[in-house]
Structure formats: C-alpha cells, structure tokens
C-alpha cells in the first residue's frame, strides 16, 4: 500500500502568523483530502485535491501528483485553526483511504 | 453540524457488556467505513461498506461485528470488549467506495471506555 508522511509532526505558531504543512507520499494517488480535527475530536474534510490549487478562506492546498507531494497553507491563523492536521490518500490495492500520522498545530493567542 | 450522525457521545462499558454505536447519513452516499482512532495516532480503517454489502474487513477481531441495515445506516456491535479497545470510534461515508474522487466525511465519534 501507499505510504504517506507528513511534515512537521508538531507546529506551534503565535495568533496572525502563516503556515506550511507538507505531505508526502510514495505512490501516485487519485484522490488527496486534507482534514482537520479539532481538539474535540471532530474530523473536517478541508479539501479534497487530487491535483492542482484550491482555497477555502484563510487556507490553501495544492498538489503536484507528478512530484507525489501536497501542501496545505494556513494564513493568518487563529487560535480556531488549532488541532491535528491530516493528509490522506486513496490506496487503489486496498480500495482504502491511508492517513499520515498528522500535523499537531497549536496556535497561541 | 455534520451530516455524519453517530451515537451516543461516549459509551462506557464493562468487558462483559453488548453494545452498539449507531450510524447514520442522509446524502446518498453508498460508501460507509468505521474507522478507530488511538490517541494522538491517525484514523484506522476498520470497515468498509459498498452497496450495504462488507467489502472490507481490516483483520478486526470478531468481538466489533459491522451491520448495514440499510444504504442510510451503519452499526457496530460490541461484545466481550477489552480495556486496550478503548478509543474513538468514527463513522464516515463517501458517494461510493469504486468512486475512489469522492470525499470522505466524518461523524463527530463516539467515545469508548472499557472497563
């Protein structure tokens, strides 16, 4: 199956200041989200982005498939944005989403 | 609000004890997964169902038995349970598992102890 890694494990930012989280992964995927789970342990589906740009608001991604790599930008962070950050991939052998061990973003008023 | 409902909340339960965590979604979606989550570890598939029909099964031992009642709901029955069974239990759907671009949403979990 896919491998997918995820870079850096933890992240502490001050309020208003701007961030890159990076996702990696080892084969060709069709299919790369990005979620957000909040310290409550609610999963959002932040993108879905098998390819190219996107912005919601405040955040970004884009994936270069050709490069097996994908980027999640934050800009202006809060203290909302704060949680774990995964990425994860479609992995065609097991017909299965794999997840990366995440992102830890806290950000500090 | 998600359009993943899951209950209950949180379930406390003794090794003993049978229980069941429901699931339900209302967007069509033919696609429903029960995914577990450790603490500060990423989601583990568990489950998946295609067409109300079991299409996955990650090696989950026969103590957490999947059912899919309808294309609309999703429940795990839970007997004979063990302390290291403790988790958040997630339910997520997407339009369909072979229609590999289609995002997958959560439910907001339910919360286990076993006791």
């Known amino acids: 199956g896919i491998q997918v890694e995820q870079s850096p494990p933890d992240l502490i930012l001050q309020e208003g200041a701007n961030s890159t989280l990076r996702c990696n992964f080892s084969?060709?995927?069709?299919?790369l989200q990005w979620f957000h789970q909040n310290p409550w342990g609610q999963l959002i589906n932040l993108f879905y982005?098998?390819?190219g740009t996107k912005q919601n608001g405040r955040l970004s991604a884009t994936t270069v498939a050709t490069e097996r790599y994908s980027l999640l930008y934050i800009s202006s962070s809060q203290t909302t944005d704060s949680g774990v950050y995964f990425c994860?991939?479609?992995?065609?052998?097991?017909?299965?989403?794999?997840f990366g061990s995440g992102t830890r973003l806290q950000v500090q008023p | 609000d998600t359009e993943v409902t899951q209950t209950p909340k949180h379930l406390v339960m003794g090794m003993t004890n049978k229980k069941s965590l429901k699931c339900e979604q209302h967007?069509?979606?033919?696609?429903m997964y029960w995914y577990k989550q450790k603490a500060k570890k990423p989601p583990e598939l568990m489950f998946v169902?295609?067409?109300?029909?079991?299409?996955i099964n990650e090696s989950v031992p026969s103590r957490f038995s999947p059912e899919c009642p309808n294309s609309s709901l999703l429940n795990l029955h839970l007997h004979a349970l063990q302390p290291e069974d403790s988790a958040l239990y997630l339910c997520?759907?997407?339009?369909?598992?072979?229609?590999?671009?289609?995002?997958?949403?959560f439910g907001n979990g339910t919360r286990l102890t076993v006791t």
């Open positions: 997520a759907s997407s339009q369909d598992v072979a229609f590999y671009n289609s995002p997958l949403h």
């Open positions: 084969d060709s995927v069709n299919n």
């Open positions: 982005i098998p390819s």
């Open positions: 994860a991939g479609w992995d065609t052998g097991r017909r299965a989403l794999t």
């Open positions: 967007m069509g979606h033919r696609a």
């Open positions: 169902y295609s067409y109300e029909k079991l299409s």
